[in-house]
């Protein structure tokens, strides 16, 4: 890890006393990851001895990671699409600004403008390729690691103030950053590395309840969720000759289900469980864009894919991006016969570099 070194972490303890006002942002539609990175840096800035720390939001996380949030106090945790004048007055009154799980503002959506003129001095902690180093003053930014998440504890741990011993992490801030690799990983399924399991042991070691995490992430969904599993799994799953699995759920199916945001987490995966599927995307209809999730086995790049055809990208195997309307697609009907065509031509020329 290039960027975890003694001279950066001497840097950013310097930045952390020398601030008076820290907020810490992420991307929108904040996952596992970003919620848990966001939670765990919250807790260690307040042990620091830091009073004012404010979590800035661009929208609402989905429900079953409301159990990270139970001590964090209304006015810490803010969220700009109900409350944007707050929002940016926090922002630009920050000495320090913390920018979790993404590589460059625009992933931020609506925070970004307030981001982007704010004169505070920004600090990197992401784990997604080609990060905008220019943007931040300091930056830890490294790929070949599960998360965010995970990116945090291997900093917070080599902090002064923890000396290499996660048993002194403040209780909280190890169950948030146990959560958020839980989930980045799918449970250990996905870019994981030796480092990522010696992390889920030093938590245990340091009391992490993991059974209490696996059940507020896996066990608390409504019924609706596992209705709509069903119907995705029977009716609406098309596999390619190319051994493209795909789903695409217009907003008429999800207003049917009464699906909320994090209601899909985890259905891209399951496809990959078929032998002969390469590839799993799903595509879900939301405002003025398809929002694509993309997984793929070991030796297929989700990323390559994701980059080339979706306007994203990500991890190897986990990648994600959107199609845009009409720029791209006229509407959800035109999305399956798009990523058919699209996917063929991506698989084809694999094949053909391999």
């Given at each position: 890890?290039?960027?975890?070194?003694?001279?950066?972490?001497?840097?950013?303890?310097?930045?952390?006393?020398?601030?008076?006002?820290?907020?810490?942002?992420?991307?929108?539609?904040?996952?596992?990851?970003?919620?848990?990175?966001?939670?765990?840096?919250?807790?260690?800035?307040?042990?620091?001895?830091?009073?004012?720390?404010?979590?800035?939001?661009?929208?609402?996380?989905?429900?079953?990671?409301?159990?990270?949030?139970?001590?964090?106090?209304?006015?810490?945790?803010?969220?700009?699409?109900?409350?944007?004048?707050?929002?940016?007055?926090?922002?630009?009154?920050?000495?320090?600004?913390?920018?979790?799980?993404?590589?460059?503002?625009?992933?931020?959506?609506?925070?970004?403008?307030?981001?982007?003129?704010?004169?505070a001095e920004k600090i990197l902690i992401d784990h997604h390729l080609n990060p905008d180093r220019n943007a931040f003053s300091l930056s830890f930014s490294e790929t070949e690691i599960s998360s965010a998440s995970e990116l945090l504890y291997q900093i917070l741990i080599?902090?002064?103030?923890?000396?290499?011993?996660?048993?002194?992490?403040?209780?909280?801030?190890?169950?948030?950053?146990?959560?958020?690799?839980?989930t980045d990983t799918n449970n250990f399924a996905n870019s994981t590395y030796p480092s990522t399991f010696l992390m889920a042991s030093d938590l245990l070691a340091a009391g992490v309840d993991r059974n209490a995490i696996l059940s507020h992430l896996y066990n608390q969904?409504?019924?609706?969720?596992?209705?709509?599993?069903?119907?995705?799994?029977?009716?609406?799953?098309?596999?390619?000759?190319?051994?493209?699995?795909?789903?695409?759920?217009?907003?008429?199916?999800?207003?049917?289900?009464?699906?909320?945001?994090?209601?899909?987490?985890?259905?891209?995966?399951?496809?990959?469980?078929?032998?002969?599927?390469?590839?799993?995307?799903?595509?879900?209809?939301?405002?003025?864009?398809?929002?694509?999730?993309?997984?793929?086995?070991?030796?297929?790049?989700?990323?390559?894919?994701?980059?080339?055809?979706?306007?994203?990208?990500?991890?190897?195997?986990?990648?994600?991006?959107?199609?845009?309307?009409?720029?791209?697609?006229?509407?959800?009907?035109?999305?399956?016969?798009?990523?058919?065509?699209?996917?063929?031509?991506?698989?084809?020329?694999?094949?053909?570099?391999?």
């Amino acid at each position: 890890m290039q960027d975890v070194n003694s001279g950066n972490i001497q840097r950013l303890e310097a930045m952390i006393t020398e601030a008076r006002k820290i907020s810490i942002v992420t991307h929108q539609k904040p996952d596992g990851d970003a919620m848990g990175s966001s939670i765990a840096l919250y807790h260690f800035l307040r042990m620091y001895g830091k009073d004012s720390v404010r979590i800035i939001l661009n929208d609402r996380f989905p429900s079953y990671l409301d159990f990270l949030t139970s001590d964090i106090s209304e006015t810490d945790l803010i969220f700009f699409q109900e409350m944007p004048d707050t929002a940016e007055i926090l922002i630009r009154d920050s000495d320090l600004i913390f920018c979790l799980d993404f590589n460059a503002f625009h992933r931020t959506d609506r925070i970004e403008p307030a981001l982007s003129d704010s004169k505070a001095e920004k600090i990197l902690i992401d784990h997604h390729l080609n990060p905008d180093r220019n943007a931040f003053s300091l930056s830890f930014s490294e790929t070949e690691i599960s998360s965010a998440s995970e990116l945090l504890y291997q900093i917070l741990i080599r902090t002064e103030k923890i000396g290499m011993d996660a048993t002194l992490l403040p209780p909280a801030s190890a169950v948030a950053l146990m959560t958020g690799m839980t989930t980045d990983t799918n449970n250990f399924a996905n870019s994981t590395y030796p480092s990522t399991f010696l992390m889920a042991s030093d938590l245990l070691a340091a009391g992490v309840d993991r059974n209490a995490i696996l059940s507020h992430l896996y066990n608390q969904y409504g019924e609706n969720r596992l209705r709509l599993m069903g119907h995705m799994m029977k009716d609406l799953l098309t596999i390619t000759e190319d051994g493209v699995a795909y789903i695409v759920l217009d907003r008429s199916t999800q207003k049917a289900y009464k699906i909320a945001e994090g209601d899909t987490e985890g259905f891209v995966n399951m496809p990959l469980s078929i032998a002969d599927v390469r590839m799993s995307i799903l595509a879900k209809e939301d405002d003025e864009k398809i929002r694509i999730s993309i997984r793929s086995r070991i030796g297929t790049s989700a990323n390559g894919c994701a980059r080339a055809y979706f306007n994203g990208g990500g991890h190897e195997n986990a990648a994600g991006g959107r199609l845009c309307i009409p720029e791209d697609v006229p509407g959800v009907e035109a999305v399956a016969e798009y990523i058919e065509r699209q996917t063929h031509i991506y698989l084809n020329q694999e094949n053909e570099n391999n």
